[in-house]
């Protein structure tokens, strides 16, 4: 005789469970050695925060995104827009938050408070169903998400200021062809990355290319990308890209804006890749007009979350872009959800940037979990994130945040301090 059996099922919350029942903000500072770019140099101190989301059945979501006063003032606008949303709703949770955010403020900001708390609510998601945030967007098509290296152009030190004595740090000076080819030597040997990216716009172009054939010289086998956040004219741009042809995987963001971007990309041989003119959906059909950009580095903080980052990924497929990921001054929670989206969106086509290097010893994280292997990170294995907050880290940043009374990071206004005739004016050649 035959017998029935019930299978029973996994209690999962409810959605009274997952509702949002607080949200913590805490805005931190720590250390950043004295990286040059095209507008200045980085401070010593760089403002970050840390965005803890709490549902009613006690689990906990983990953000983190860029500081400054507007972005904490709009974050705490966000938070108060979606207490009582339960977690799966992130749907909901994008339209509150851009409706509680000023209508005069830019789709990027507002793209970047949802994606903060969105990377939260698929943390807790995660932890809710016992799955990782990449099996959430779909599952992973790639185990080790690789990144490439991030070179600047730097000081030996942060100079003595206001009575505050020199800061200095283990990676040196890097003012010319041989300081470069060395940082990045330091680098490879301790990351093991396949890739090189030089920050640019720092010295004359010429200089510049001394620097990409001196880490050719020594890297013959290394993909190259030169990125001079916008410091040159179209027509010295072009020059550029006439003396790098068969030296760059891709030249990034070399002039301003996407008509000029365009005229360069008439004549340059290899892909021109931005993160500054191609920030939002509605910049993509203009940009595919004009054939102004071969390569789109997305950015889950500037492009609305996680699923949306997939979803340019998706985009880029369609009109044959190719896709890498941009990275700001970043720590563990940012990088983690990074190699997510990354390791589950099958349209990435190049390395990702991380400055991992530069700022992971200040790290609120526990270690152990985000490692670098031959230049690749494994995805967390999960659930959500897979990432814990170190809490006496947290503490401690968060103090020297308050200590420092930051208000923004200010580039220029910290150049002007050792160099006052300096000007952000770009294009600059």
Same mark, same amino acid.
């Given at each position: ?7 029973s ?5 409810? /959605? ?37 989301? &709490? ?21 705490? $606008? ?9 977690v ?24 970047? $408070? ?31 998400v ?13 100079? /003595?200021?206001?009575g ?10 890097? %003012? ?9 030597r ?15 716009? $720092? ?25 001079p ?11 550029? /890209? ?18 000029? %971007?365009?005229?360069?990309?008439? +004549?340059?041989?290899?892909?021109l890749?931005?993160? %500054? ?11 595919v ?5 071969q390569?789109i580095?997305?950015?889950? &903080?500037?492009?609305?979350g ?40 099958? *349209? ?12 992971? &010893? ?5 270690p152990?979990?985000?490692?670098? $292997? ?5 995805v ?19 103090q ?7 208000? *923004?990071?200010d580039?220029?206004?910290? %150049? ?7 000007? /952000?004016?770009?294009? +600059?050649?």
């Amino acid at each position: 005789m035959k017998t029935s059996t019930t299978l029973s099922r996994p209690q999962l919350p409810t /959605a009274d469970d997952l509702q949002i029942t607080d949200i913590t903000i805490t805005p931190i500072a720590f250390s950043d050695p004295p990286l040059l770019n095209a507008v200045g140099v980085h401070e010593p101190l760089v403002h970050r925060v840390v965005i803890e989301v &709490h549902t009613a059945n006690g689990l906990l979501g983990l953000g983190e995104c860029a500081g400054g006063s507007s972005r904490l003032a709009n974050l705490a $606008v966000g938070a108060a827009a979606i207490k009582g949303v339960s977690v799966f709703d992130t749907s909901r949770m994008e339209i509150l938050i851009h409706e509680a955010l000023a209508a005069e403020l830019s789709v990027f900001e507002r793209a970047a $408070v949802f994606g903060a708390f969105e990377v939260a609510a698929l943390d807790i998601q995660g932890h809710a169903t016992g799955r990782s945030v990449s099996e959430l967007l779909g599952g992973t098509v790639r185990d080790d998400v690789p990144f490439s290296a991030y070179l600047f152009y730097k000081w030996a030190e942060h100079p /003595a200021l206001d009575g505050r004595p020199a800061i200095t740090d283990e990676w040196g000076a890097a %003012m010319d062809p041989e300081g470069i080819v060395r940082q990045a030597r330091k680098m490879i040997a301790e990351y093991g990355f396949k890739s090189i990216k030089l920050k640019g716009g $720092v010295f004359p172009p010429a200089q510049e290319i001394e620097a990409i054939q001196a880490l050719r010289t020594e890297f013959p086998d290394l993909p190259l990308r030169l990125d001079p956040n916008t410091a040159w004219t179209v027509e010295t741009s072009r020059w550029v /890209a006439e003396q790098t042809d068969g030296l760059l995987e891709y030249l990034e963001d070399p002039t301003p804006g996407l008509e000029g %971007m365009g005229q360069v990309a008439e +004549r340059a041989a290899m892909p021109l890749a931005t993160n %500054m003119c191609v920030v939002a959906f509605d910049h993509i059909k203009r940009s595919v007009e004009l054939n102004a950009v071969q390569v789109i580095l997305g950015d889950h &903080h500037y492009w609305g979350g996680l699923r949306h980052t997939r979803e340019l990924g998706t985009l880029c497929q369609t009109f044959g872009i190719g896709l890498s990921m941009h990275s700001n001054s970043h720590l563990g929670i940012s990088l983690a959800a990074m190699v997510h989206v990354a390791a589950a969106t099958p *349209a990435l086509t190049y390395a990702c940037d991380t400055h991992y290097p530069w700022n992971g &010893h200040n790290d609120v994280i526990m270690p152990g979990v985000l490692n670098f $292997v031959d230049g690749s990170v494994r995805v967390p294995g999960g659930p959500g994130l897979g990432v814990e907050l170190d809490r006496a880290k947290l503490a401690e940043l968060h103090q020297q945040y308050l200590d420092a009374d930051m208000s *923004a990071r200010d580039d220029t206004g910290y %150049m002007q301090r050792f160099v006052p005739e300096f000007t /952000a004016d770009l294009p +600059r050649w």
